[in-house]
């Protein structure tokens, strides 16, 4: 669950987020659409510590965070529950897939290799990238660095997930691969355990910001629409497939 | 030259009080008893004196080269400068003096057998300790050797009388063995070809000790004393000498195993000194570069001032600030401290490159890496210093190449590593070109595997 209560953040002079109050339930998947400089990033890496906030405070998988400095042992309490998935990948470019998959659970969680490794490879295959286990990541396209990035992101067994535009920074052609996977996680996340999900996941949280409107409206159970630091709207998404995708992407 | 009204006469300024020296309370002028006996020898001789600054080690070449005509800096009269040059009549007697520790009972030549002794290079005291098979430690300067005697680095100093006094035996830990350990002169060294010149020298020396005029000077630098009621009886020595038939043209010797041996353990120190060094700077200059990216303000000022301090000033200097400087408080043998002071210098360098290798890498490397979950220092572990390591590695050969034939100061410390090594062989062979090529061989060969080396690595990095 992840409870959001008069959030505050300012960057110099600039306001990015004026006062955000929301809740999202557990299990439940919600997209954040909102124009460049919205403050949904800002959000969204409020949310696992990667930025401080000024005023209010947040609630996320168990943990509690106050505006200012996080003590860094809540922080990798917190991050271990809460994963989050870049546009621009961050792959470890010095690590093969697998071990990027698998440096977490080994080291932050203390995982031994063999168990991590058996882990990350289910989680590879569901992916669709068993096969590449043991490549670089400079051998993978984009939409497979993104997929790996996910299985990543899954490995410590996280509640909530957090996707920053996992789409944005790939060529069109690739981006479908990558929706496929999201697909595949949020059925995970509705679905009992057992079923096509990317397992075992549960009740797993979800909060996607994306310029993709399509997307949102498939995946989510609620679009939030961010615009100057405020959430202006909540929807509930039209599932009928017939929504345009108008807002223009790019940073 | 002679023939421009020049009398040209070399030496060195840091030989010191009381040779040739300059003035403390005039900078720039030079004076010191040989600056009078040549200043009285150009006088006699019709021409003026000129003084010609030269490293007293390569004083001998520089007069084969014709740097200058002759040689008034304390050279001994030994046989093996005999052959190699035509010297004077002597100017002066001198005593080896030996300077132990108050308490020591070394005494005698013989006793010092096995025992450390401290003298300068290229002296008789150096070929007396050798035939007595003492372990010689051969320093620079004049200070050094009783310093390290006050510390207990070296069991004894031996050196000419005229230093011993002025520099040893007056420090209240050392004792002065009465007695003189052996006796020698002071001659004037000048090419043999430059027979006339020499006969020249040999008169005015004569006239200037006949006419009282030598004792004079030497009394005024209070170097008068009994020992030199022997410079009429070794001058008659000298000059029977010198009829026999006349010293052949300077000839290089050839290298003899031995020597050839001496050099693969100098090189073979150069090695083990860098490598332990290099070992020291690598993992304290990133220790260093971790702090300045990470640490507080008050941690990351005392980095930025040590890289700061350390880059900006001599390795060199810092070697006898560590070595001699601080000898009162650590004493450190040569190697620790050759180790130490090259490993803390360089260490300042790498804290650098790693600094920038660190800044290299794409920000969210670290962002990823710790919303993972990972410590600060898990992160740098696992994620930044394994890729910026990859960054940092052709700077880093590129200063381990450099630290390599920077070992060759640790010399100035008494350590006899490579370069120090083609020195003192070069002077006994009467050759640069050989000594000079070998020793480039073989620092050529520690280098260039490594370089190699370096670049496969960079390409198995860049492939994989």
Redesign the interface.
Known sequence: MIRITGLQKTFGATRVLGGVDAEVAEGKIVALLGASGSGKSTLLRCL?G?ETFDAGSLEIAGFSLGPGAHE?RT??????KV??V?Q?F?????LSVLDNVT??PR???GVARAEAEAHARQLLAQVGLAERANA?PRELSGGQKQRV?IA??LA?GVRVLLLDEPTSALDPELREEVREVLRRVARGAHDAPGRAGVAPSPGLTILLVTHERALAHELADEIWTLSAGKIVSRATPNKTGNVPNAVPSGD | MYARGELDWGGDLQGGEPYVYESPSEPGVIVGFEVDIARALAKELGVRAKFHQNDWSNLIPSLERGDFDLILNGLEDTPARRSRLRLSRPYFVYGETLAVQKGSSLRTLDELTGHRIGTLNQTVAQDLLQTHHADVALYEGQQEPYMDLVHGRVDGVLLDHVIADRYGCSLPQLYCVPQDLARGSYVIGLRPSDTELADRVDAALSALIARGELRGILEHWKLWDARQDELETRSAANAAERERPAPAAISKRPLTGAQIALFFRGALLTVLISVCAFGLALPFGVLLAVVRSHAGPVVRFLATAYVEVLRGTPVLLQLYVLYYGLSSVVRLGPITAAILGLGLNYAAYEAEVHRGALAALPRGQAEAASSLGLSRLQVLRHVLLPQSLRIALPALTNDFVALLKDSSLVSVITVVELTKRMTIVAVEARDWVLPGLLCAALYFAMSFPLSRLSSWLERRYQSS
């Open positions: 696992n990667l860094q922080l990798q309490a917190l991050r271990a994963g989050m870049f621009e961050h792959l470890f470019s010095h440096l977490a080291v932050a969680q670089r990035a990543r992101a410590q």
